[in-house]
Structure formats: structure tokens, C-alpha cells
């Protein structure tokens, strides 16, 4: 939508909502924005940090000098590593039980009341 | 009976134009005193009308001018409109009322519930944890309890993460047993 409203490909550095002090897509192009009933993101601070990290050094370098924080907003929105770490686990422990070398206890092998 | 008779005669006479001839003057009044004489000979009953013909009968239009105008009906209505807007009104008060009562019920218990899940989650990454210490600890180059993330800040754990070692069905009723919305 900020292209089609901006047309940077066309008019680049004229911020045309800017100038004319309106809001027609901006409020939604971020999840860091303000969000109806200030109900919060899963990923806002990490993505607050990467914009904050990011705004105005161009994409180059941006980049180059934000990889860290764009690689952990990332990992919030996809939890691409998190999900391998886990499945790695999972297999390891599956492994273990048919060989025989591993029992789960009680409060994994879902016997047992959860309790706070 | 004149009519009868009359009809009947009419009848053959239009019969015997479609057949292409009419019947002749003879024939017709044959035909017709035929008929004559078996009327009179027999007396049928039959339902007829009684003596001295029937009394007189109103036949006029009858659209009596009753009930309320247009306008008054039009008022009516309206003020039966404004009257449940009224009742809406103050019913939809009375419910943001005591919605507010609920939403301060849920504030007054929020500092319980949230120290309830708070520790529930806390107890169960320390549970995963040692267990992953014991799973993994043949595994070359694995480092227990290594962060996903470059930051220190503490990141929620998602459902995958806190019931991974137990049954998938625990998993599945944390996520779908329970939906806000459809």
C-alpha cells in the first residue's frame, strides 16, 4: 500500500503524506506502531530495536550494521531456530526411547495434573 | 322454459351451421314442440324461486371511512420507534455498566493470575531443561539451555517450546482447545 499511495519508484524523497500532514497507510506498515486498544505485539520490542537500529542509514548499510537485530526479529516472528533446536531434541529423545536408554517421567508422559 | 327451449333451438340451429346446412323451418319447429310437450307432460320438482320473486337486495357499494389518518398512524409508529430507541438506550447503559464491573473484577485478579502462569511457565522450561541435559548429552557439540536469540531480554516461550517433550495432544489442546474466536 506505501507504494501505492508513495510511488517511491516514480516520485522518490517527495514524502508525500508528510507533506500534505495525512495518513493514509503509514499507521499500519509496522507492527511497533500504535495498535488499537494498546494491545501489544508478540515482536514489538525486537522490532522497534531494528527500526531504531536501521532508520536512516540507508539500506546498505543498514544491512550491514543491523544484521543482529534483524536476525532476532526475525527468529521472534519465525522461530525458524527455535523450532529446528526443538525437533532436533525430539528426535534425539525418540531415538533414546526405542533403544531403550530413556524413560520420559511422569510429568511428560501426560499422567500428571498440570500444576502452577 | 322459454329460455330452454329457446337455447336448445339456438344450439341445433348453430350445430347445423357447422355442419355446413341449417335446418329447415319444418324441422326446427318439430324439434322444438318435442320439447314442449315433454316439459308439460311431467311435473318435476324443481328448486324455484319463491312466490312473488325475492325481496330486494342492497347492491350498493359499502366502503365505510374508518380507523386513524395517515398521519396519526405515521405518529404512532414513530412513537413507538422513539419509545424503543428510549428502552435500547438505557438498556445499553445499564450493560456498559456492569461490563465496567467485569472489566474491574478481572484488573483486581490479574496480579494472581499472571503470577500463576508466570510460574507454571517457569517450571516447566526448568523441567524441559533438565531433561534436555539428560536427552542430549551424547550428542557432540550441543550446548543445553543455548538462547535463540542475541539479546539478553527475556522472550516469552511459545506453546511448541514449553510442552515439547510431552504428548502432542497437550500441545494441540493448549493451542486449539480453547478459541476466542471462530
Known amino acids: 500500500m506505501k507504494y501505492f499511495f508513495s510511488v517511491p519508484r516514480i516520485m522518490p524523497f517527495v514524502d508525500l503524506q508528510s507533506r500534505l500532514g495525512i495518513n493514509l ?3 499500519l506498515l509496522a507492527q511497533s506502531g500504535e ?42 516472528m519465525h522461530r525458524r531456530k527455535t523450532q529446528q533446536r526443538l525437533y532436533e531434541v525430539r528426535k534425539q529423545r525418540e531415538k533414546m526411547i526405542k533403544e531403550g536408554t530413556y524413560t520420559p517421567p511422569p510429568h511428560h508422559a501426560g499422567s500428571e495434573e498440570a500444576r502452577p | 322454459m322459454v329460455c330452454v327451449t329457446q337455447c336448445v333451438r339456438a344450439a341445433a340451429g348453430g350445430a347445423g351451421e357447422q355442419r355446413g346446412f341449417s335446418l329447415t ?15 308439460a307432460a311431467s311435473k318435476v320438482k324443481q328448486d324455484m324461486p319463491p312466490t312473488g320473486g ?49 472489566l474491574e473484577a478481572r484488573v483486581a485478579l490479574l496480579p494472581l493470575l499472571q503470577a500463576e502462569h508466570d510460574r ?63
Not at chain 1, 68 to 74: H, K, P, Q, V
Not at chain 2, 78 to 85: D, H, I, K, S
Open chain 2, 54 to 102: 325475492y325481496g330486494p337486495v342492497d347492491y350498493r357499494r359499502n366502503l365505510p371511512r374508518r380507523g386513524l389518518s395517515g398521519y396519526s398512524m405515521f405518529g404512532v409508529g414513530v412513537g413507538l420507534l422513539v419509545f424503543g430507541y428510549w428502552r435500547l438506550f438505557r438498556w445499553n447503559r445499564e450493560r456498559r455498566r456492569l461490563h465496567i464491573e467485569e
Open chain 1, 35 to 76: 495498535q488499537p486498544q494498546k494491545r501489544v505485539a508478540r515482536c514489538h520490542a525486537f522490532e522497534k530495536e531494528w527500526i531504531e537500529c536501521a532508520h536512516g542509514i540507508g539500506q546498505t548499510r543498514a544491512k550491514k550494521e543491523c544484521k543482529l537485530e534483524l536476525e532476532d526479529f526475525y527468529e521472534c
Open chain 2, 25 to 39: 323451418a319444418a324441422e326446427e319447429d318439430a324439434s322444438g314442440a318435442a320439447l314442449d310437450g315433454k316439459m
Open chain 2, 120 to 182: 507454571r511457565t517457569l517450571r516447566m522450561l526448568r523441567e524441559n531443561l533438565e531433561e534436555e541435559a539428560v536427552i542430549m548429552k551424547d550428542v557432540p557439540g550441543w550446548k543445553v539451555g543455548e538462547k535463540m536469540f542475541h539479546t539478553d531480554r527475556w522472550v516469552s516461550p511459545i506453546t511448541e517450546e514449553l510442552f515439547n517433550l510431552r504428548p502432542r495432544e497437550e500441545t494441540l489442546r493448549k493451542k486449539f482447545g480453547f478459541l476466542w474466536y471462530v
Open chain 1, 25 to 27: 497507510d503509514q499507521w
